[in-house]
């Protein structure tokens, strides 16, 4: 024996394969470890430092200021106010019902309507706020600021909302904003938009939106567990709006709105010169401030039930038969076809009769013989039937789109109404039926088919007064930043010369001015004694209804409307008035109108202002120049009968 010790191996050949097992189970465990380590720590290491950096940092929006509107003579008419949002972090709200529950109490909302606007925030990271309220009281932010500890993830964001400085002034015009809707959110118009944010919803705001609105910023900030912040990581300050000044000149629209008191209807006043838009007026008017916030109900049904219709933009949308008024594009036409002179004259005897149809003239005891100066004063229908029955449809429309009429005229504002000036094609294509000459006697005193908005209105009397020259009525004078540096301007633009001699325009313009300034004129109340005016008035036709008294229901009462310039010798300045439903245009219309150009030569110093006096009570009270002066030598005053006709 050397002392050697000797170990039997074991022979049995299943504790051999145990121990094979054995071994390769732990390496491959030991090597899915290893693998898993590798993972998280090389292939998602970015992904959970993300993870991390969110659940400390926070992504605080900041919304660029509108730009400011003002009128033409610098007097600011929509500016910026802060307003208080409330808005949640999805990650740091572990209760999400218990959350909406405490906001729904606090804020006095509905909370479907507080989960509907979470739900349509779920797209964006789960770290940047959804706005679930806009507009809330001081009283509202103190109570959430007490309870802040128990709602988690609450963030009150400040945003800036639109301050109306001159109240319900131009409300169709300027527009109002509100948040923006799912729809919207979806369109291509709005893309880079997001929950939450206020776009501009009607007039200038909507239509100038992408100027306006500017650029939001933000900031990425640190903060503690309970929401403190620690400290500015970075910043992207926000871009302020570009600014707007518009053609209007505030003190006219104020006069021009205040003239027509209770009554619903439109006005449009234009520099004859430039087609700058001096006033754009459409009542009742309507408080854009309650667009911005939640809407009391009981205001939104007074709007809704009111039937002057105060939400309409009259003077954009409303589309009327010109009425009378319309005889100024037949008469240019009957004299450029040669068909009449300032001589040819026609006898009214009240009616002229179209093969088995009779049409009747507003004066039913018939006007006598009248030629073309006193068929425009005293608005004499027989002698435009049978001038339009001469013409045919297809050339009074011809002269109508001369001054082109008839389709929109690009004004700057968004869903303009072009009007219709028909034609026997257009009536072939709509109707499938053919144009017969008994359509043809009440379109040449517009009625039947034709239609025309207040811009159009107003672009016709402008244009007659200019003689031909159509210019574009538009309402941006300039584009200015925040430092009053001009971005854009505006100038004026020609659309078309109508090509019309100037004799038909002088003799149409004659007898303008005597519809205006002569006895039995139908438009006397819109004389001014220091200024020559020329104009004409129009009736449109609603429907012949009347109730068992004898009365017209409001509804169905005429349209009466009135188109003028001035001076008449050197024009400045055009107006188109529709007061809808106020029956006679040498009526209210005219009114209305003489004392929207009072209001322009007031304001340029052609008219002296009158008297402030103090009556007998002791309030203030106004002696008028006009009357203390009398009225001019030669001029007759027409009745008030004549001058409430067409």
């Known amino acids: 024996m050397n002392g ?55 992504m605080v929006p900041v919304a660029a200021s509108r730009g400011t509107i003002f009128d033409r003579n610098g007097t600011v008419l929509v500016s910026n106010r802060p307003s208080f949002s409330v808005a949640v972090i999805p990650q740091e709200v572990k209760d999400r019902d ?9 804020l006095g909302i509905d909370r ?76 291509e118009e709005y893309s880079g938009y997001f929950s939450g944010d206020y776009i501009g919803k009607s007039g200038i705001e909507r239509s100038w939106e992408r100027l306006l609105h500017g650029r939001d910023g933000g900031r990425q900030i640190e903060v503690d567990a309970r929401g403190r912040i620690l400290r500015t990581i970075s910043e992207n300050p926000p871009v302020v709006g570009a600014s707007l000044v518009l053609t209007i000149d505030a003190e006219l629209q104020k006069r021009t709105e205040q003239s027509f008191g209770e009554q619903a209807g439109a006005a449009v006043v234009i520099d004859v010169n430039t087609g700058e838009i001096l006033a754009f007026s459409s009542n009742p008017d309507f408080d854009p401030a309650l667009f911005a916030g939640r809407m009391p109900p009981e205001k939104w049904k007074e709007y809704l039930e009111d039937k002057r219709h105060p939400l309409e933009n009259k003077a954009l949308k409303g589309q009327y038969p010109p009425g009378s008024t319309f005889k100024i594009i037949t008469a240019l036409a009957g004299l450029e076809e040669g068909l ?25 005891k018939g006007h006598g013989t009248v030629n073309l100066k006193r068929a425009l004063k005293e608005s004499c229908d027989v002698y435009f039937y049978q001038l339009g029955e001469k013409l045919g449809i297809d050339k009074i429309a011809a002269y109508a ?35 017969l000459q008994g359509d043809t006697l009440p379109a040449s005193i517009g009625q039947g088919y034709v239609l025309m908005t207040p811009i159009q209105l107003a672009s016709m009397i402008a244009s007659v007064a200019a003689e031909g020259v159509v210019y574009r009525p538009h309402l941006i004078k300039r584009v200015i930043d925040q430092d009053g540096r001009v971005l854009q301007e505006f100038k004026p633009e ?54 068992r008294k004898g009365g017209i229901p409001y509804q169905y009462r005429d349209h009466a409307l ?50 402030r ?34």
């Open 112 to 187: 479907d309507e507080l989960l509907q606007k979470w739900e349509k925030g779920k797209g964006r990271a789960r770290y940047y706020p959804i706005v679930l309220a806009s507009g809330i009281t001081r009283d509202q932010l103190e109570l959430l600021e007490e309870n802040r500890l128990w709602l988690p993830g609450l963030e009150i964001e400040v945003k800036p909302v639109r301050q109306y400085e001159v109240g319900m002034l131009a409300s169709h015009l300027l527009g109002y904003i509100g948040e923006i809707s799912d729809e919207e959110l979806k369109s």
């Open 562 to 611: 009135f188109v003028a310039f001035a001076p008449y010798d050197k024009p400045q300045v055009a107006v188109a008035v529709v007061v809808e439903h106020g029956e006679h245009g040498g009526g209210v219309a005219a009114s209305i109108a003489g004392n929207i150009l009072r209001a322009y030569f007031e304001g340029n110093g052609t008219i002296r202002r009158p008297i």
């Open 340 to 364: 009449i002179n300032e001589r040819t004259s026609v006898v009214c005897r009240g009616s002229y009769s179209l093969g088995g149809s009779k049409f009747g003239c507003w004066e039913r």
């Open 98 to 106: 218990a959350l909406l529950d405490q906001l729904s109490a606090y």
């Open 4 to 58: 050697k010790v000797f170990i039997r191996q074991s022979s049995d050949p299943r504790k051999h394969r145990q121990l094979i097992i054995l071994t390769c189970f732990a390496a491959a465990l030991f090597f899915l470890l290893l693998t898993r380590l590798w993972y998280l720590q090389i292939v998602k290491s970015e992904d959970f430092q993300s993870k991390s950096e969110s659940n400390r940092l926070r």
């Open 494 to 547: 020609v659309l078309t010369r109508a090509g019309i001699s100037a004799r038909s325009f002088r003799l149409v313009k004659e007898g303008l001015s005597a519809v205006v300034n002569e006895g039995g004129g139908t438009g006397g109340r819109a004389r001014l004694y220091e200024v020559q005016v020329a104009g004409k008035t129009g009736t449109s036709q609603v429907v012949k209804l009347r109730d």
């Open 613 to 646: 006096t103090k009556t007998p009570d002791g309030t203030e009270g106004q002696a008028d120049p006009v009357a203390q002066e009398g009225s001019p030598s030669g001029q007759s005053e027409a009745s008030p009968q004549e001058q409430d006709r067409q």
């Open 401 to 435: 789109r001369a001054l082109a009429l008839g389709a929109p005229m690009g004004i700057g504002l968004d869903n303009e109404k072009g009007g219709l000036i028909p034609t026997s094609e257009w009536k072939e294509k709509r109707h499938r039926k053919k144009w």
